[in-house]
Nanobody, 123 residues
Framework: QVQLVESGGGLVQAGGSLRISCAASGRTVSMTTMGWFRQAPGKEREFVTAITWSAGNTRYADSVKGRFTISRDSAANTVYLQMNSLKPEDTAVYYC????????????????WGQGTQVTVSS
């Protein structure tokens, strides 16, 4: 079992920045890829970005490329999402996740989810 706890969400104005974090505990040795997904009201949960734990390879959804940056601190078992140039359409609950096939399967590749953190971008 892996436990994931997100933090750092909040309210920010359009054009602003926010960094959210996800701390992992439990069987972290089994983690190979960590990712961020988001779900806006009335919409399906969608992939945002992911990073491989060992090599640090990354992947981003087209909607966030150039604005969001994922990073990890292996010693702290923590992954971060730096969000810049935020837009109202970025408003969603952001979920941290881990799974060995997130890169290839997205949502279906997730083995464990965090509880989510709300990010609200005002216009």
């Amino acid at each position: 079992q892996v436990q994931l706890v997100e933090s750092g969400g909040g309210l920010v104005q359009a054009g602003g920045s926010l960094r959210i974090s996800c701390a992992a505990s439990g069987r972290t040795v089994s983690m190979t890829t960590m990712g961020w997904f988001r779900q806006a009201p009335g919409k399906e949960r969608e992939f945002v970005t992911a990073i491989t734990w060992s090599a640090g390879n990354t992947r981003y959804a087209d909607s966030v490329k150039g604005r969001f940056t994922i990073s990890r601190d292996s010693a702290a078992n923590t992954v971060y999402l730096q969000m810049n140039s935020l837009k109202p359409e970025d408003t969603a609950v952001y979920y941290c996740a881990t799974g060995s096939t997130i890169f290839s399967r997205g949502l279906r590749g997730v083995d464990y989810w965090g509880q989510g953190t709300q990010v609200t971008v005002s216009s």
